[in-house]
């Protein structure tokens, strides 16, 4: 099981070369589904998941992440890729060494989530955007960091999201629902919240329609 979970955590990034938005969504909602596949038993505990799901996660960012950054022409959405992508690799090798799990919240993987905003606009708009307010980009990029460290506190610090104790009632017990109606909630949570944060980032006039590439 562990060696079909390997490749298909390894397979599915490809996909974004072709389909950008669907196939990091794909490659998310894939991550999120393998925790109830992996061959949890006497071998493998749930740190020795935490390594294999954080190495996997920078091999996904950087199969697309390095190549799809090269195709933004605006220096200011390149920089802040590169960066993101960097500081991921960063709390990935020092959680590599130290195996201690507050790493991944001060380290969270924010370069997908911007990588998304930055596809959802094209998608969106249905044509490339133009960065043209550094403020405004530097807000909505906090604002896209906030999103992740919020999940990121959910899922490593708090071990609940907010609908689990109530929803949780009509499923297996207050404070537990299937897994895969919790991912199917943080999913739509997710969408709705970078639909907010792109309206903003429109409103305040940062992004613009062009045909110039991001």
Do not use: C
């Amino acid at each position: 099981m562990l060696l079909w979970l390997s490749v298909v955590r390894m397979t599915v990034p490809w996909t974004v070369f072709r389909y950008p938005l669907p196939g990091i969504m794909l490659s998310m909602m894939t991550d999120a589904l393998d925790w109830s596949l992996f061959p949890f038993g006497s071998d493998m505990d749930h740190s020795d998941y935490q390594m294999w799901d954080k190495m996997l996660d920078m091999y996904a960012s950087l199969v697309f992440g390095l190549y799809m950054i090269q195709t933004w022409r605006n220096p200011w959405a390149k920089n802040a890729g590169l960066l993101l992508l960097g500081w991921r690799l960063i709390g990935t090798v020092i959680f590599a060494l130290t195996a201690w799990r507050p790493v991944l919240f001060w380290f969270a993987n924010f370069f997908d989530h911007f990588f998304i905003f930055i596809e959802f606009g094209r998608l969106v708009l249905g044509r490339m955007v133009r960065i043209l307010s550094k403020t405004a980009f530097f807000l909505t990029l906090m604002l896209i960091l906030g999103l992740k460290l919020v999940q990121e506190y959910l899922l490593h610090i708090a071990g609940l999201f907010p609908w689990e104790e109530e929803f949780g009632r009509f499923f297996t017990g207050p404070g537990m629902i299937p897994h895969y109606s919790n991912i199917s909630i943080w999913v739509g949570f997710f969408l709705l919240a970078h639909g907010l944060i792109l309206y903003y980032f429109l409103r305040s006039q940062a992004l613009t329609p062009s045909r110039r590439n991001v």
